[in-house]
């Protein structure tokens, strides 16, 4: 069996691992017909929700938009996770990144006036080139100070989010009327289509081509990781670092490199968040998604057709708990549950085949960054 | 290796937790059901509500803020028990989700559906006008034009705080008062402005010289925020250094901070509460409330949820007043003679001899 099916297919294990000890804590909380003792009336609940977790996500063209909205910037979020896994390095700031993307993609959409074929990419490459700016300084920190990209990214994402609370409360920034910490609408011209957009002017679809940009960027990532120097000196600096040193090549230039790629991706994250969903930045415009992306990152092995994938199943998650909340009484929060089962059913047989050094089995799994002490 | 481990852990503990998180909410929603089903069971006839279904969907804050979106929730709760209406919730996690809550909603048929904050304002609207057939109203906005289907619930705070303002003015001993606000936003400043009115009333009734701190009529004092209690502590400290007795945060936990303080000034400050009666709510300093300012948005949600009942439709804003009820004053300790003055400003207020 070839590697990626064989990494699918457990992925695939672990979803259905995690569905069955979701489905053991529906029962146990479904208090009422636990109380009747009608065990029947509770594992009804269990199918109920799970059907509501269907429809939700799959089950109309609206609930497959909604599955596409969310995964849009938790793919490329991800893709920022996983280019610096590739380089060995941990990007715990993409929240920060997106922010940076989001205010330049933002400052760009309402302060030109240009035709929508010049204004988009324009906007959209600000987005990339603001989340890269802010990308490179971990990787600089580290690079000339040896500084951990775990602490100053982390850092970094306190300094992007109030620096993002202040900037949306100045003039430049402000929405005319408004004195909370909300922006202008950036200009129609700047918009991002909407993916469904030639299905007639639906405004419950809200999928947008924000996913278009996902997808390219996936390909971007496997292109630069598989027919690239740069791509093939990222991986071997994150198998090795000493190695790729003695080797010739320079790795604290790498990480620089490394990082304000990743930075882009997240930047884009942000950028089509504003440009394509809201149509402008308030200080909560990156919310958890940061954070998330390390689990997509994780779930995907940090490769790009893993990191899409993984996405999605993210994406349709969320739209799946909507729709289970409304019609059983099983919260979303029982999403959260499920996600964190997943990453772990996957991390866990990772730790057992290493206990057990069962090698051959466990290189499928791959390595996907190194801890502290690198 | 390390690495993993730490991760799974981490995932361990936010499955914990919200598994925790989880059997709380389920613990609620089975509450609600069973509650639902006393009713029904109690009454021989059907409650007029039976059959309709009332939803809400809450602001990022969530349902359990202690602040508007709870007091949203309990106009919920009172027309699930008195009037038999089935009632539904969905909480916004960032902007992002008010558009499909509203869907999700529209979906399910939901004949009223209540939103929470001025921010859900456009994404209501938007709602509103693709679902003809279906009800909204929305707490702190008002539509204008109006919307036929949707209804916003809007409140005259300056009234209740003129009195607020009229009776601190009298009971203040130094001839200083105070107040601040949480972030100078007009739902905010109303109350203020209120306050200041209500100071200056005073002072040409009596011929009196009360001072205000915090605010002159076009800028103040304000905390930035609305969740710092040191914030709180420390502005109505630097009130108190000024000479003022008695400070009416407007600034929701903010003014818990101010209440601690004064419970440690020993009986100096007194604070002035601010939605709710506070005296209740914040039953541990209950003794330094004088009064609270009252915004009754739970009465307002009720209303609307019993006009969608009976068929009379939610057309019109709706603006709590004095002379409806929607706003008003609690007294905790005011001596019954300042009271009963007080009490007919208020009427004068309602009847419009008294123009604010």
């Known amino acids: 069996m070839n590697e990626t099916l064989k990494s699918l297919r457990f992925t695939l294990l672990a979803v259905v691992a995690a569905l069955f000890v979701s489905a053991f804590i529906i029962v146990i909380t479904d208090i009422e017909a636990l109380g009747d003792g009608n065990l029947g009336k509770a594992f009804g609940t269990v199918g109920r929700a799970y059907w509501g977790l269907f429809k939700g996500s799959f089950g109309s063209l609206r609930a497959i938009s909604n599955t596409i909205t969310g995964a849009t910037p938790l793919l490329l979020a991800g893709l920022a996770v996983s280019a610096a896994f590739k380089a060995g390095l941990f990007n715990i700031g993409a929240t920060g990144q997106m922010l940076a993307g989001a205010v330049t993609g933002l400052f760009v959409g309402f302060a030109f006036q240009l035709p929508p074929i010049i204004h988009v990419p324009f906007a959209l490459l600000a987005s990339a080139a603001g989340g890269a700016a802010f990308g490179a300084i971990p990787g600089v920190l580290k690079a000339r100070t040896g500084a951990h990209e775990v602490i100053t990214t982390i850092m970094l994402n306190g300094i992007a989010s109030f620096t993002v609370l202040w900037l949306l409360k100045t003039q430049l920034f402000k929405r005319e009327g408004r004195d909370d910490a909300i ?65 010739g090549m320079r790795t604290k230039s790498l ?19 504003v440009l394509g969903l809201y149509g402008y930045a308030s200080a909560t415009v990156a919310g958890d998604i940061g954070f998330d992306a390390i ?42 549950v499920l996600r964190a089962l997943i990453v772990m059913f996957i991390a866990a047989p990772l730790l057992v085949k290493a206990m057990f050094r069962m090698r051959g089995e466990a290189t499928s799994f791959g390595q996907t960054f190194r801890g502290w002490g690198g | 290796m390390r690495k993993h481990k730490g991760l799974k852990s981490a995932a361990l503990a ?17 509450e609600e059901v069973a509650e639902e089903e006393e009713v029904t069971e109690e009454t021989t006839a059907p409650l007029p509500g039976a059959g309709t279904l009332a939803c809400m969907v809450t602001d990022t804050g969530g349902v359990d803020d202690k602040g508007f979106n709870q007091i949203s929730y309990a106009g919920m709760l009172q027309a699930e028990s008195e009037l038999g209406v089935t009632i539904d919730l969905l909480e916004s996690a960032s902007d992002a989700d008010y558009a499909p809550n ?10 009223i559906t209540v939103t929470v904050g001025f921010l859900l304002g456009d994404a209501t609207k938007a709602a509103a006008e693709a679902n003809a057939g279906l009800s909204y109203a929305i707490v702190d906005y008002a539509y204008d034009p109006a919307i036929a289907n949707a209804r916003g619930l809007v409140f005259a705070t300056d009234q209740p705080s003129f009195m607020a303002g009229y009776l601190s003015a009298a009971m203040s001993k130094t001839g200083i008062v105070g107040t601040y606000g949480g972030i100078n936003i007009p739902p905010v400043t109303i109350f203020m402005e209120g306050f200041r009115k209500g100071v200056e009333y005073y002072n040409t009734q009596k011929g009196a010289t009360v001072k ?37 945060p407007v600034a929701g936990p903010v003014g818990l901070g101010s209440a601690q303080y004064a419970l ?5 400050v007194r604070i002035i509460g601010v939605d709710v009666d506070m005296s209740v709510s914040n039953p541990d300093a209950a003794a330094v ?40 004053v609690a007294f905790t300790a005011v001596p019954d003679a300042l009271k009963a003055e007080v009490e007919a400003i208020g009427a004068g207020i309602a009847d419009g001899s008294i123009k604010i």
């Open chain 2, 212 to 248: 205000l701190l915090g605010w002159d009529g076009k800028d103040g004092t304000f905390a930035g925020n609305f969740d710092s209690l040191d914030d709180g502590k420390n502005i109505a400290k630097s009130q108190a250094d000024e000479g003022a007795d008695i400070i009416f």
């Open chain 1, 255 to 273: 990480m620089v490199t490394s990082m304000a790629i990743a930075g882009a991706f997240a930047g884009l994250a942000g950028g089509s968040e």
């Open chain 2, 264 to 268: 440690e000034s020993g009986g100096k």
């Open chain 1, 295 to 336: 689990a997509v990152a994780l779930l995907g092995r940090s490769t790009p057709i893993g990191t899409l994938v993984s996405a999605l199943l993210f994406g349709a998650l969320q739209a799946g708990g909507r729709q289970m909340q409304v019609d059983t009484d099983v919260p979303i929060d029982l999403i959260i």
């Open chain 2, 14 to 30: 936010i499955a914990a937790f919200a598994l925790i998180a989880s059997a709380c909410g389920s613990d609620d929603a089975t």
């Open chain 1, 183 to 247: 922006s202008k609408f950036v200009e129609d011209s700047a918009k991002l289509p909407k993916l469904f957009g030639f299905m007639g002017n639906r405004i419950d679809l809200l999928a947008h081509t924000g996913f278009i940009v996902g997808l390219l960027a996936t390909f971007a990532f496997w292109w630069l990781l598989r027919k690239t120097t740069l791509g093939f000196e990222m991986q071997a600096t994150g198998f090795n670092q000493e190695a790729a040193r003695y080797a």
């Open chain 2, 102 to 111: 509203l869907q999700s909603f529209a979906d399910k048929g939901c004949n």
């Open chain 2, 289 to 328: 409330y004088i009064a609270s300012v009252l915004k009754k948005i739970d009465a307002a949600v009720f209303a609307a949820i019993k006009d969608v009942v009976e068929g009379s439709g939610v057309t019109d804003n709706y603006v709590g007043t004095l002379a409806n009820g929607g706003v008003g």
